[in-house]
Nanobody, 121 residues
Framework: QVQLVESGGGLVQPGGSLRLSCAAS????????MGWYRQAPGKQRELVAV???????SYADPVKGRFTISRDNAKNTMYLQMNSLKPEDTAVYYC???????????????WGQGTQVTVSS
C-alpha cells in the first residue's frame, strides 16, 4: 500500500507565499512522475505542475513564474513553493505520484487526500 500525505496548506493574504509538501510512504520501489493538481469549488480538478524523476518540470500557464515544483527523491517527497498568491489560487491542492511497488510491477497512480489553500484578505 502507498500513501501520499500533503501538508502546508492554510490561509494567506494576496501576495503571500506558502510551501506545500507531499510525502510518499509505504511499499515503494520507484516513483516516476509526481504532480500537483488543484480543485476549486464548482470546478474540475486541474493540473498545476509536474516533475519527472529526473527533475524536468512543467507548469500550467496561470502559475508560471509564481510557483516552483521540486522533489527530494531520497525522501520520496515533493514540494510546491507558491509565491505571489492570488485569490484565484484558492483551491484544494492534491498531490499525485506514479509509483512502482516492485521491480516486476507496472506503475500505478496514487493521490493524496488534499490540503486546502485559501488566499483572502
Amino acid at each position: 500500500q502507498v500513501q501520499l500525505v500533503e501538508s502546508g496548506g492554510g490561509l494567506v493574504q494576496p501576495g503571500g507565499s506558502l510551501r506545500l509538501s507531499c510525502a510518499a510512504s509505504g511499499s515503494i520501489f520507484r516513483i516516476n512522475t509526481m504532480g500537483w493538481y488543484r480543485q476549486a469549488p464548482g470546478k474540475q480538478r486541474e493540473l498545476v505542475a509536474v516533475i519527472t524523476s529526473g527533475g524536468s518540470t512543467s507548469y500550467a500557464d496561470p502559475v508560471k513564474g509564481r510557483f516552483t515544483i521540486s522533489r527530494d527523491n531520497a525522501k520520496n517527497t515533493m514540494y510546491l513553493q507558491m509565491n505571489s498568491l492570488k485569490p484565484e489560487d484558492t483551491a484544494v491542492y492534491y498531490c499525485n505520484a506514479d509509483v512502482q511497488i516492485t521491480a516486476n510491477r507496472g506503475y500505478r497512480s496514487y493521490w493524496g487526500q488534499g490540503t486546502q489553500v485559501t488566499v483572502s484578505s
